[in-house]
């Protein structure tokens, strides 16, 4: 499985947008690229995947380069409600491509 | 609630008793896994099931035993655990293949070793 590097702490202020980096750089041609988040003592939540478009839904929009190498998961307007463990996975999409990961970026949404 | 249950939500556990963690899920998903989410660690992937029949066992010690009688329902049966083993144990369910929405993941058990 490709790996993924994410800074390990961020901060943003509320209502303004949180853009959270990741490298992927040896993503492979068929692997997704997912994001999840945790809040503290939950399970993981998932936010947005996409392949090589970039993606929008009610929770945040992807913006993934052109070589794949690199996204970005923005929160448009973050809320307090946001402050969470962010992580960014790559992964195949057939069975036995699994979800492993990483430390991921612990935001801190401040008011 | 994400239309997968863990029960207990909480539990502590004597080094010499015998408890069993439950996970279900009614969203149709043909794949169930279990992740063990040491303090301050990543989520480690501990098995997998697709289809009722293990896939992969991510060299865990005998000491955690999981059952899948269904596709629905996915059990982590603990004996004689140590500290260590204390953590935050997450249940997840997929469909096998083309998984357009990634997993879905109960809110765990947190559990303790005494």
């Known amino acids: 499985d490709a790996k993924t590097t994410q800074p390990p702490s961020m901060d943003c202020a509320e209502g303004r947008a949180a853009n959270l980096p990741c490298n992927h750089s040896?993503?492979?041609?068929?692997?997704?690229v997912y994001w999840y988040r945790q809040i503290h003592s939950q399970g993981p939540q998932y936010i947005i995947h996409g392949l090589k478009n970039n993606e929008t839904n009610e929770m945040a929009s992807l913006i993934i380069t052109e070589d794949r190498k690199s996204s970005t998961l923005i929160l448009p307007h973050a809320t307090l409600r946001d402050t969470a463990v962010y992580y960014c996975i790559v992964s195949g999409p057939n069975a036995g491509n699994m979800l492993t990961f990483g430390g991921g970026t612990r935001l801190m949404v401040k008011p | 609630e994400t239309g997968v249950t863990q029960t207990p939500r909480h539990l502590v556990m004597g080094m010499t008793n015998k408890k069993s963690l439950k996970c279900e899920q009614h969203?149709?998903?043909?794949?169930m896994y279990w992740y063990k989410q040491s303090a301050k660690k990543p989520l480690e992937l501990m098995f997998v099931?697709?289809?009722?029949?293990?896939?992969e066992n991510n060299s865990v010690p005998s000491r955690f035993s999981p059952e899948c009688p269904n596709s629905s329902h996915l059990f982590l049966h603990l004996h004689t655990l140590q500290p260590e083993d204390s953590a935050l144990y997450l249940c997840?369910?997929?469909?096998?293949?083309?998984?357009?929405?990634?997993?879905?993941f109960g809110s765990g058990t947190r559990l303790t070793v005494v």
């Open positions: 040896t993503i492979s041609g068929n692997e997704y």
């Open positions: 997840a369910s997929s469909q096998v293949q083309g998984s357009n929405y990634g997993y879905t």
């Open positions: 969203l149709g998903h043909n794949a």
């Open positions: 099931y697709n289809f009722k029949e293990q896939t």
